[in-house]
């Protein structure tokens, strides 16, 4: 019995000490349950959107668009704080979910909403991989998935301070 602890113990500080530096590489990063991934940006919304684009253009990434939400918005009659909506991809990459999935064209072309709170604090968001995978049922595209999360989190480590 006490042997059966040990190996228990032993073995989850194992996965934590594996866990542990992901853990701290995500510590800007904050994932809800609905699967979106909120990232603290240390810019402006500009300069934030700027540093996005200019890392995604450095990565060869396709830009797809921005879209100022907030001119808009405001354009239409409605009080909306800075906000933008940055859309680009990878087609090799991201269309292997479409193949897996028609549906998981929702999802693609990645999609990252830069935005500014009421207290001037401005974040970036964009869809979890993971939860994309669950959403859409694709379990054959685990390799794919983890490039696109990885990809992600690079792109919006370029806005941390």
């Keep these: 019995m006490i042997n059966s602890v040990k190996s228990t113990l032993a073995a989850t500080a194992l996965v934590l000490t594996l866990a542990a530096p992901g853990f701290l590489a995500q510590a800007n990063a904050e994932t809800a349950s609905d ?15 700027s540093r996005i684009k200019k890392d995604v253009a450095d990565k060869g990434i396709t830009l797809f668009g921005v879209i100022d939400q907030a001119k808009l918005g405001n354009a239409a009659g ?15 990459l991201g269309t292997t979910f479409i193949t897996a999935n028609p549906k998981a064209g929702l999802d693609w072309p990645v999609r990252v ?6 207290d001037g604090s401005v974040y970036a968001a964009y869809t979890d991989f993971d939860y994309i995978a669950r959403r859409h049922g694709i379990e054959s595209r685990t ?13 919006t480590s370029s806005i941390e301070k």
Excluded: C, D, H
């Design 35 to 49: 699967g979106v991934v909120t990232v603290k940006s240390g810019y402006s919304v500009a300069e934030t959107v």
């Design 78 to 92: 409605n009080v909306v704080r800075p906000s933008r909506l940055i859309m680009f991809g990878n087609p090799a």
């Design 143 to 155: 390799k794919e998935f983890k490039m696109a999360t990885e990809v992600i989190q690079s792109v």
């Design 113 to 118: 909403v830069v935005y500014q709170t009421a």
